[in-house]
């Protein structure tokens, strides 16, 4: 194995291992720590306008090709890990099929427009990043957290209390069958055809596929050592080498070094593009002088060689571009438990019904939720109360709202403004996640056990963090009057408590309608 190969291995195992451990990590320190994976993947550093990576990323791409695609992206990394385990089947599986153009820009043109017109829903489930977050999130966290219930079982069992069980649950039945059917298309592409998916439908892939024509460096086939023996072609996941042209499609190669590797005349190196050029018009001008001998079949190789290093095509400028303007616009457009308090009986709340969805402090509003959010669920991940969870909405499939049936958002916690990497939700400080009013409380008369039930209850009044609730008397005239809550909407923030801990089943007399847009009280 070349050292370049073990060096791209081992960089892609650390990256996959971190971005998996942010979305089934409930600690919280996975963040602190690993919390700038998800800020140098390429969409959501163009949603949060973080230029200092997206240039960083296309200075890479310009100097060594779609290196990110299979060191930076966990998901290409995941085709990779899954692709190997095929190979295992069976050896050479591969071969060389030319680019499907028409589909692979019809989807990133679909993806731009998706973009461009606030449908984050189709542009989240083509985007590459929040494709493995959704697989993360709904599939390997169930799978760690029961790992984690066993090894609690255990130890407690022998007396120790290391570990600590944790409920299991689907937060979202939509997403998780997005999340399904993703990882059953992508294993079924990957271990059949290794990186098919990220060269005809990945719309990050066909932009970095654009720029990597260019690529300083890049794998380079010597003409004068191939055999054309077709190893390295039947070993290429991205199904990118031509060996009877000898020549590589470098807008599909993600530089995986397979190539390089199992070729046994040491024909494919990684080195400059350009000396390669220089070699083959040198080649090619020998090659029209023996034709002009009548050395006909000397000259066949360096024109082979000319076609493997030749300069990209007009087209491929203005497709690039194109798709960049584009992306560029989209971008700026875009930017406690259960109590019953002794009165009833706990049985499962339901979910009221709202006018306005809830979304998290920090989100500023429903618009810039919807323009930059690409449903990757790392908030909903990060989330330690159970609040946030994917919207199953048509138009606001996987974005993040809030519920509180198992939990309340609590003033002190920010966690998932930590942790978005796209800016649809803005990173906010304590103080200011107490003065920010994402909805308010609205009481619900019929549903207050004071009056359903005849009984003394306080739940709401007593847990509200801002005081925005007070016990006024039914009847103002009867002293001994029962007590029935009054909100004032201008101390409100829309945390939740009121909603979770009222003892009011199966709805609570509380619920939070949301506001479109936040602001500060």
């Avoid at 219930?149 to 255990?154: C, G």
């Avoid at 299991?168 to 399904?180: L, M, R, S």
């Avoid at 619900?444 to 005081?467: F, G, K, M, S």
């Amino acid at each position: 194995m070349s050292v370049l190969k073990r060096v791209r291995l081992v960089l892609a195992i650390l990256v996959i291992l971190a971005a998996t451990l942010l979305f089934v990590d409930v600690s919280g320190a996975a963040h602190l720590w690993l919390g700038w994976i998800a800020k140098i993947q390429l969409l959501p550093a163009i949603l949060a306008l973080n230029f200092v990576v997206v240039v960083a990323l296309v200075i890479l791409t310009l100097l060594l090709g779609r290196v990110y695609c299979s060191v930076i992206c966990p998901l290409g990394i995941l085709q990779d890990v899954i692709a190997r385990f095929g190979k295992m089947s069976r050896k050479n599986r591969y071969s060389y099929s030319p680019e499907r153009k028409v589909l692979r820009y019809a989807v990133f043109v679909l993806f731009i427009a998706a973009l461009v017109g606030g449908v984050s829903s189709v542009a989240g489930i083509l985007a590459p990043y929040s494709s493995f977050g959704r697989i993360a999130s709904n599939l390997f966290a169930p799978v760690y957290a029961w790992g984690n219930n066993l090894l609690a079982y255990v130890s407690e069992r022998v007396g120790s209390y290391a570990f600590y069980p944790r409920e299991v649950w689907i937060k979202g039945v939509g997403t998780f069958v997005v999340a399904v059917v993703t990882l059953v298309v992508l294993a079924v592409l990957a271990w059949r055809n290794g990186r098919t998916y990220c060269n005809t439908i990945c719309p990050v892939g066909t932009l970095l596929g654009l720029l990597s024509r260019w690529s300083v460096f890049a794998p380079v086939i010597d003409i004068e050592k191939c055999i054309s023996c077709k190893i390295c072609s039947r070993n290429c996941k991205s199904a990118c080498i031509d060996i009877a042209n000898h020549r590589i499609d470098y807008s599909r190669c993600v530089v995986c070094m397979d190539c390089i590797d199992v070729c046994p005349k040491d024909a494919v190196s990684f080195r400059l593009r350009s000396k390669a050029k220089a070699a083959a018009v040198a080649k090619k001008e020998a090659g029209n002088a023996a034709a002009k001998g009548g050395a006909k079949a000397a000259g066949a190789k360096p024109a082979a060689a000319d076609v493997a290093a030749k300069a990209p095509d007009a087209l491929s400028r203005k497709g690039f571009i194109t798709g960049a303007g584009l992306l560029a616009v989209s971008a700026v457009r875009a930017q406690e438990m259960k109590v019953d308090g002794g009165f009833a009986e706990i049985i499962a709340k339901k979910v009221p019904k709202r006018e306005t969805r809830i979304v998290p402090a920090g989100a500023q509003s429903l618009h810039n939720v919807a323009a930059h959010c690409t449903g990757c669920q790392l908030c909903v991940a990060a989330c330690p109360n159970g609040v946030l969870r994917p919207s199953g909405g048509l138009v606001t499939l996987l974005q993040p709202e809030m519920g509180f049936e198992r939990g309340y958002c609590r003033p002190e916690c920010v966690a998932c403004s930590e942790v978005c990497p796209t800016g649809a939700i803005v990173k906010i400080t304590v103080p200011e996640k107490s003065s920010i009013q994402v909805g308010h409380a609205v009481w619900i008369r019929d549903n207050c056990i004071v009056l359903r039930d005849d009984q003394d209850c306080d739940n709401c009044a007593r847990h509200c963090p801002t005081e925005a609730i007070t016990m006024v008397p039914l009847d103002p005239g009867n002293r001994h009057s029962r007590k029935i809550p009054a909100v004032n909407v201008e101390r409100c923030i829309g945390c939740g408590a009121c909603e979770n801990l009222c003892p009011s089943r199966p709805f609570s007399a509380m619920y939070v309608e949301g506001h479109q847009n936040h602001r500060t009280i």
